[in-house]
């Protein structure tokens, strides 16, 4: 058995027995992929991998520090990370999707300034958030996005994000978004899975307000609080990770304008220990 390796592992539990937020970086995915030579399944079961690889990996090498234990734990790869250099920018699109799991504006503003920060950039090309689900028994309404969309028209005028998109709303929803908004939604994402064909009307409206309309194959819900803590636990054996609790999740892509290729792609992911 490997002594070091062992108390290593030891020292990254206990930085994690102490940690009050967990703050996760998969890295460039393009690369990782790669090397493992394995297709991800669908996007909740690829996040799953990703949190339990970057999680062990981590582990492996995490120690505390000489003030001994922060609250906020970078649980990143540093050879993993893909920061963009200032010559590179203007030959790339970043374009990011913002799920978020716990209503808040601050979760948003977090999410975008964390990204701008691993990946060395002031903006992001895009974003495209995927609010949390209504309650139980009530439906989407434009009260329920409100909240979110005037956090980010907020970061729109701080130039931290470009343009600003929306997902799985219908033509009577986004039409309501369109009308109130002050920056207008450059983009809304449709499931396939749920609709096979574009509807119609959204697809008339989308046309003439000059609003893009992607396809996308997200779960409603991208990851459970019981899947996160089930990666968590796999990540890092012998942990108990029942009051972790996942705030956010951001997935982001580097893409070539030039020729239309995927540079990187990673997960930003925030988690915090509940209070007792």
Known sequence: MD???????????ELLNHGKTLRLHTGNLVNRNRLKKKCPGSPS???RDCIQATLSDWLSTAKPTSTGFPDTLDCSIPEATDAITPE???????????FLCESG???IRDAVETACQTLAVSQLDSVIIAPPGPMEGDGRSLAHLQPAWEELESLVRKQKIAAIGTSDLDKELLEQLYNWAQVKPSSNQVNLA????????????????????????DPKELMSTATFQEAMQEGAAGLSATDWRLEWVLRYSV??????????????????RASP
């Open 194 to 217: 749920s609709c096979c064909v574009m509807p119609p009307d959204l697809t008339a409206f989308a046309k003439e307000f000059d609003i893009q309309l992607l396809t996308h194959s």
């Open 3 to 13: 002594l070091q390796n062992t108390n290593t592992n030891v020292e990254g539990k």
């Open 88 to 98: 590179e920018r203007e030959e790339v699109k970043i374009s990011a999707k913002l």
């Open 105 to 107: 504006q601050s979760a």
């Open 45 to 47: 079961e690829e996040l």
């Open 255 to 272: 893409i070539v304008k030039s020729r239309g290729i995927i540079k990187s792609k990673g997960y930003l992911v925030s988690a915090r």
